[in-house]
């Protein structure tokens, strides 16, 4: 496989792996996050994820026009060679299952077994609106992304020359034989996240292998957990064989003023971002990660929200990532 050297820093702590993850609240081209995730291998993350939006918000007019996530991890894959690539999350309402299924089996076989594919029922009505995509009541894109949960799983689950039959309320397909096939055994991990409380805790005990939230609770993030780790048991599945993760916004910075630059980017005051995320002085940053990991939060996802700051990712590898081992 195609691909650039061996990383020159050593992946995180197993006490939590972090993973660079860059938001749709700023347009950016594909250079530009190839730049980052070069970054991001060679500075000791464990991945790299990308929100899936056709919209940004908060773009500036006349900025880079929407990119597509799957298209961008597929490049990723073959100019990275160590990083977890995957989606924080893809939308059920934007690609039909089966090709889903296809798609990200290809690009996991580009990548030697490296991706992750994040799903969930898609909320952002404008940009279904500016393309054409439907949206349905927040009802039926749940009865949508559970099927399509489970017909991607099925497909990759079924074993060479079998067959492959689905007929739900949304979706009805039948593959013989000429099935989708990614690298990674017995299939690539599948993220479920959000903060419904009963339905998504139900599909991530389902068919996840990992289940995300937004960690600027700690409280809500906590209980949270304490409800997928009782939608396992309630389907006799051990809740230890599901990942607890979570995302945080990333402003870290050498001082004070560069902490601040930083917030103002992210466009939030420092006060509320040191409450809320991961925000401060390295050391301050390092002292919130050990903090999520007390907790059970394992892979931790840094949100960075600026495509042009790499520096950001170098100092949060350099200083951050080593200081938890």
């Known amino acids: 496989m195609a691909g650039r050297p061996a990383p020159i820093r050593p992946v995180a702590s197993p006490d939590v792996r972090v993973r660079a993850f860059v938001g749709g609240e700023r347009a950016a081209t594909y250079d530009q996050l190839r730049a980052l995730a070069v970054v991001a291998e060679d500075h000791g993350f464990e991945g790299f994820f990308r929100s ?6 908060g773009a500036a ?15 990723l894959a073959r100019d990275t060679s160590r990083l977890r690539l995957g989606t924080l999350v893809s939308a059920a309402t934007f690609r039909p299952p089966g090709p889903l299924a296809i ?29 054409g995509l439907p949206f349905p009541s927040l009802g039926e894109r749940f009865e949508r992304l559970a099927e399509q949960l489970e017909i991607v799983t099925g497909l990759w689950a079924t074993p060479d020359g079998g067959r492959f039959s689905f007929e739900g309320r949304h979706y009805r397909l039948s593959v013989d034989g000429d099935l989708p096939r990614p690298v990674q055994r017995p299939r690539p991990p599948v993220i479920v996240g ?12 389902r068919f996840a292998d990992e289940f995300n939230i937004g960690l600027h609770d700690l409280d809500a993030a906590r209980a949270q957990f304490d409800r997928v780790r009782r939608a396992c048991e309630e389907v006799g599945r051990d809740p230890a064989g599901l990942r607890s993760s979570g995302v945080l916004v990333a402003c870290c910075g050498a001082d004070e003023a560069e902490v601040r630059h930083r917030a103002d ?6 006060e509320q ?25 394992d892979p931790l996802y840094l949100q960075f929200r600026d495509p042009d700051d790499a520096d950001h990712l170098r100092l949060v590898g350099d200083e951050v990532i080593p200081a938890l081992a």
Do not use: F, K, N
Not at 52 to 57: I, P, V
């Open 61 to 75: 007019p006349g900025g880079p026009g929407p990119t597509d996530a799957w298209t961008t991890l597929a490049g």
């Open 273 to 297: 971002l040191r409450a809320a995320g991961a925000a401060g002085r390295p050391d301050e940053v390092v002292a919130r990660c050990r903090q999520l990991a007390e907790l059970g939060v």
């Open 265 to 270: 980017v992210v466009g939030l005051p420092v």
């Open 194 to 205: 959000g903060e419904g409380r009963r339905r998504t805790p139900a599909l991530a005990a």
């Open 52 to 57: 899936d939006h056709y919209l940004a918000t």
């Open 103 to 131: 798609v990200v089996a290809e690009v996991d076989a580009m990548s030697g077994g490296r991706i992750e594919l994040g799903l969930g029922t898609g909320y952002h009505e404008a940009e279904h609106l500016a393309y």
